[in-house]
């Protein structure tokens, strides 16, 4: 099982997914998150493209974008795994 964490001013999210499709659905979440905040007003190139990917559902698209800008600003996102005995 994975965990996704967003650490942010407005709080952080922890993001469970125990398959691909939740993992899809959590990185489409965090990016619903974080473009409702107004996060993604800035973007020129491959961003643009990610941009508009992950807003028609794509998760790779959401997926890529937080990856490539986290560590920006209130954009931390990590990705965890537990272990589970």
Avoid: N, Q
């Amino acid at each position: 099982m994975k965990i996704l964490i967003w650490k942010s001013k407005h709080g952080d999210v922890y993001m469970s997914a125990r398959t691909p499709k939740e993992e899809e659905r959590a990185w489409l979440y965090l990016f619903e998150c974080m473009d409702d905040d107004g996060y993604y007003c800035d973007l020129d190139g491959d961003e643009s493209t990610a941009y508009k990917d992950a807003k028609e559902g794509d998760a790779r698209g959401a997926r890529w974008l937080l990856l490539i800008r986290s560590g920006y600003e209130y954009e931390t996102i990590t990705i965890e795994h537990l272990v589970e005995p």
